[in-house]
C-alpha cells in the first residue's frame, strides 16, 4: 500500500505525543526527530525534509501549543497542514487555450505511463467536457508503441493521428497539428518518446516540439515508484523544457512517497494529476490536502 511505511512511522511520532498530558519542548524535539528519519526513510529530498522539519518545530514549540489542552492533536494538525502546504496547498487544473486547441505535450521517461495516461486523460477530457480530443503519436522509438497508442485511443473513443515510426517525430506532431486545426478538435494530446534516462537527444527532441506545438501544458510523467530517483527525472525535466505540470503515476503500488512529497518543492510546479492502476479510469486530480490525510492515515 501507498504510503505504508511513512503512515505507520508518524502514527508511531504522534502515539509518544498523544500518552502525554502535558508536552514539553523536549517532547516535540523527539518527535521531530522521528518525522525526519520517517521522512527520509520515505525517500523524501534532503532539503524538503530540512525546511519541513524546521516549519513544523518552529509553530510547535509555541506556548499556544504546549500550554493548549490537546497539544498532541495541535501538533497532528500542524504537521497535516505542513503536508499539505509541501505538495502545493491546493490542486492546480490543466491550462487551456484561449483558442482551441488545448495544446498538452506529455513527456518522460520510458515505462513512466506516458501512453498510458494520454489515454486516461483522453477519457476524462470525453466524458467531464464532452471534449473530441486528438491523439498524436510521436513516440517512434518504442516498440509497439504506436499500437498501444491505438488501443488505448479506441478504449476511450480518442482519434489517434499516426504516421508509423519513420517519420521524424517532429513531422508528426507537424502534421497532426494541421490536422487538428481542420479537424476543430478541442485538445490535442501529443505523446512524445521516452529513455530509460535523460538524454541530450531526447531533451533535443522534445525542445524541438515545445518550439513547434506551443503547448498550454507539458506535463511530466513520472513514476511514484521511483522515490528520490522521480524526483531528479523531474529536475532535469523541468531544467531543459520548462514544464507546467506533474502527473505522479502508479500510486496503486507501495510507493513510499519520496516522489509525491518531494517533486513540488524541488521544481516548483504542481502536481495536477496522480495515476492509480493500470485501467482508463485510474486517474485523479491531485489534491494535496486529500493526500496529506492518506498519509497521516
Ligand atoms: P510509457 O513508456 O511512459 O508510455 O509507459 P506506459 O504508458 O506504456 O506504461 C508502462 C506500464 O505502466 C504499463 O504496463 C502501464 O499499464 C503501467 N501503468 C501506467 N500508469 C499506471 C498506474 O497509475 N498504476 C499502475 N499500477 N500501472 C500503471
Given at each position: 500500500m501507498a504510503f505504508e511505511g511513512l503512515s505507520e512511522r508518524l502514527q508511531k511520532a504522534f502515539s509518544g505525543l498523544r500518552r502525554k498530558g502535558k508536552v514539553t519542548e523536549a517532547d516535540v524535539r523527539d518527535s521531530m526527530r522521528e518525522i525526519r528519519l520517517a521522512l527520509l526513510e520515505?525517500?523524501?529530498?534532503?532539503?524538503?525534509?530540512?525546511?519541513?522539519?524546521?516549519?513544523?518545530?518552529?509553530?510547535?514549540?509555541?506556548?499556544?501549543?504546549?500550554?493548549?489542552?490537546?497539544?498532541?492533536?495541535?501538533?497532528?494538525?500542524?504537521?497535516?497542514?505542513?503536508?499539505?502546504?509541501?505538495?502545493?496547498?491546493?490542486?492546480?487544473?490543466?491550462?487551456?487555450?484561449?483558442?482551441?486547441?488545448?495544446?498538452?505535450?506529455?513527456?518522460?521517461?520510458?515505462?513512466?505511463?506516458?501512453?498510458?495516461?494520454?489515454?486516461?486523460?483522453?477519457?476524462?477530457?470525453?466524458?467531464?467536457?464532452?471534449?473530441?480530443?486528438?491523439?498524436?503519436?510521436?513516440?517512434?522509438?518504442?516498440?509497439?508503441?504506436?499500437?498501444?497508442?491505438?488501443?488505448?485511443?479506441?478504449?476511450?473513443?480518442?482519434?489517434?493521428?499516426?504516421?508509423?515510426?519513420?517519420?521524424d517525430p517532429r513531422e508528426i506532431v507537424r502534421q497532426g497539428l494541421a490536422q487538428a486545426q481542420l479537424q476543430h478538435n478541442d485538445y490535442v494530446l501529443i505523446d512524445t518518446a521516452g529513455r530509460l534516462q535523460i538524454d541530450e537527444k531526447l531533451m533535443t527532441e522534445l525542445a524541438d516540439i515545445k518550439a513547434l506545438a506551443e503547448p498550454n501544458e507539458i506535463l511530466l510523467v513520472v513514476d511514484a515508484m521511483t522515490g528520490q530517483a522521480a524526483t531528479d527525472v523531474a529536475k532535469g525535466f523541468d531544467e531543459r523544457l520548462d514544464i507546467t505540470g506533474v502527473v505522479l503515476t502508479k500510486l496503486d503500488g507501495d510507493t513510499r512517497g519520496g516522489a509525491a512529497l518531494s517533486i513540488r518543492k524541488v521544481t516548483g510546479k504542481p502536481i495536477k494529476f496522480v495515476g492509480q492502476g493500470e485501467k482508463m479510469e485510474a486517474l485523479d486530480v491531485f489534491y494535496p490536502d486529500r493526500m496529506a490525510n492518506r498519509i497521516l492515515g
Amino acid at each position: 500500500m501507498a504510503f505504508e511505511g511513512l503512515s505507520e512511522r508518524l502514527q508511531k511520532a504522534f502515539s509518544g505525543l498523544r500518552r502525554k498530558g502535558k508536552v514539553t519542548e523536549a517532547d516535540v524535539r523527539d518527535s521531530m526527530r522521528e518525522i525526519r528519519l520517517a521522512l527520509l526513510e520515505a525517500d523524501v529530498n534532503f532539503g524538503v525534509v530540512k525546511e519541513f522539519v524546521k516549519n513544523v518545530r518552529e509553530k510547535a514549540v509555541g506556548t499556544e501549543v504546549l500550554d493548549s489542552l490537546s497539544p498532541a492533536q495541535q501538533i497532528i494538525k500542524i504537521v497535516n497542514d505542513e503536508l499539505t502546504a509541501t505538495m502545493g496547498d491546493a490542486a492546480v487544473p490543466l491550462n487551456k487555450a484561449p483558442h482551441i486547441p488545448t495544446v498538452i505535450m506529455m513527456a518522460g521517461l520510458q515505462g513512466a505511463g506516458k501512453t498510458t495516461t494520454v489515454g486516461k486523460l483522453a477519457k476524462r477530457l470525453i466524458e467531464q467536457e464532452k471534449a473530441r480530443p486528438l491523439l498524436i503519436a510521436a513516440d517512434v522509438y518504442r516498440p509497439a508503441a504506436i499500437d498501444q497508442l491505438q488501443v488505448v485511443g479506441e478504449q476511450v473513443g480518442a482519434q489517434v493521428f499516426a504516421l508509423g515510426t519513420d517519420v521524424d517525430p517532429r513531422e508528426i506532431v507537424r502534421q497532426g497539428l494541421a490536422q487538428a486545426q481542420l479537424q476543430h478538435n478541442d485538445y490535442v494530446l501529443i505523446d512524445t518518446a521516452g529513455r530509460l534516462q535523460i538524454d541530450e537527444k531526447l531533451m533535443t527532441e522534445l525542445a524541438d516540439i515545445k518550439a513547434l506545438a506551443e503547448p498550454n501544458e507539458i506535463l511530466l510523467v513520472v513514476d511514484a515508484m521511483t522515490g528520490q530517483a522521480a524526483t531528479d527525472v523531474a529536475k532535469g525535466f523541468d531544467e531543459r523544457l520548462d514544464i507546467t505540470g506533474v502527473v505522479l503515476t502508479k500510486l496503486d503500488g507501495d510507493t513510499r512517497g519520496g516522489a509525491a512529497l518531494s517533486i513540488r518543492k524541488v521544481t516548483g510546479k504542481p502536481i495536477k494529476f496522480v495515476g492509480q492502476g493500470e485501467k482508463m479510469e485510474a486517474l485523479d486530480v491531485f489534491y494535496p490536502d486529500r493526500m496529506a490525510n492518506r498519509i497521516l492515515g
